[in-house]
């Protein structure tokens, strides 16, 4: 991810981890990193920073300040479709280019709770099987509140939402088993 003119580029890594760049073999480059989070978290590299902040409110930065911003599963944690709104508003006002990815609501397997068809299921439904069961990457709810939260917090997509909070991206579908497990919005 070098600019077409060969300068380094800035990347805001909304909801990332220095793990996933050191993964991808991106750590050691001259690229800056910003990772964004709710929380700071803890750098090892020279070109990484890490700075709290809110995905729906990316008021620090200038308009088109950011040549990519990078975000991967992270837009369905925020509760409501208004509130995606608000992040992906905020990714295309600073990004001169970005890459927003987001699992599909239409693939049955909910790849949080890991268990099929569950963002199908009822509220209610939902809301016992979190009070009673440890279930994909969160271990059994201490409370019915709590489990309402959990099960509110995760919005899937649909390609017509994602198309709809980002009108002028491409939109690519990300296929396992011939079914689209997810969305891409990539900017033209």
């Known amino acids: 991810m070098v600019s077409s003119k060969g300068v380094p580029s800035t990347i805001l ?16 480059t001259d690229n800056t990193i910003i990772l964004l989070n709710l929380n700071k978290v803890e750098t090892h590299y020279p070109n990484v920073s890490s700075i709290a902040g809110d995905a729906r409110d990316l008021s620090r930065f200038a308009d088109q300040s950011i040549d990519i911003v990078f975000s ?5 944690h925020l509760f409501t479709f208004e509130d995606q709104q608000k992040m992906a508003n905020e990714v ?11 699992p599909s609501y239409w ?6 709770f890991l268990f099929p068809f569950f963002h199908w299921l009822p509220i209610s439904l939902r809301v016992f099987l979190v009070m009673h069961f440890s279930l994909g990457w969160f271990k059994k709810a201490d409370s019915r509140a709590e489990a309402m939260e959990l ?23 990300e296929k396992l088993f011939g079914i689209t497990k997810s969305f891409i919005a990539i900017s033209k």
């Open 151 to 173: 099960v509110n917090e995760i919005k899937l997509l649909t390609c017509s939402e994602m198309k709809k909070l980002f009108p002028e991206a491409i939109i690519y579908k």
């Open 92 to 102: 295309q006002r600073v990004g001169k280019n970005y890459y927003v990815q987001t």
């Open 72 to 76: 991967n599963s992270v837009i369905e």
């Open 107 to 112: 693939f049955p397997l909910e790849p949080h």
């Open 13 to 28: 890594d909304v909801g990332g981890w220095e793990r996933y760049w050191e993964i991808q073999d991106f750590i050691k």
